[in-house]
């Protein structure tokens, strides 16, 4: 499986942004799907989660600003971001499991991709 994630970019505080994530190769093992960020000097962190049914789950950092959607058709998984803030400054990488979610922030995805850089001035 690889993950091929887009949309990163600079904006400033207030702005918006939309993160794509494109799947290939053995993609019918992919069921729960993720985003998760690496702040600078940080720890990963687990963003925000949709599972096999469409299920969606949010860091609290997040709620009410960030949407995970994904659409099975086109094996793309994406991250919609409003109102973003200087603290949203990461590396923000996409994710892939076989199982049908990911259960919570210490789960390990098997598949993962690069990453894309967001950085919100303020």
């Known amino acids: 499986v690889r993950l091929v994630e887009s949309g990163g970019g600079l904006v400033q505080a207030g702005g918006s942004l939309r993160l794509s994530c494109a799947a290939s190769?053995?993609?019918?093992?992919?069921?729960?799907m993720g985003w998760y960020r690496q702040p600078p000097g940080k720890e990963r962190e687990l963003v925000a989660t949709?599972?096999?049914?469409?299920?969606?789950d949010y860091a609290d950092s997040v709620k009410g600003r960030f949407t995970i959607s994904r659409d099975n058709a086109k094996n793309s998984l994406f991250l919609d971001m409003v109102n973003l803030k200087p603290e949203d400054t990461a590396m923000y990488f996409c994710?892939?499991?076989?199982?049908?979610?990911?259960?919570?922030?210490?789960?390990?995805?098997?598949?993962w991709g690069q990453g894309t850089q967001v950085s919100v001035s303020s």
């Open positions: 949709i599972s096999s049914r469409g299920t969606t």
């Open positions: 190769g053995n993609i019918y093992s992919i069921n729960a």
């Open positions: 994710a892939a499991t076989w199982d049908t979610e990911i259960r919570g922030p210490t789960y390990y995805p098997a598949y």
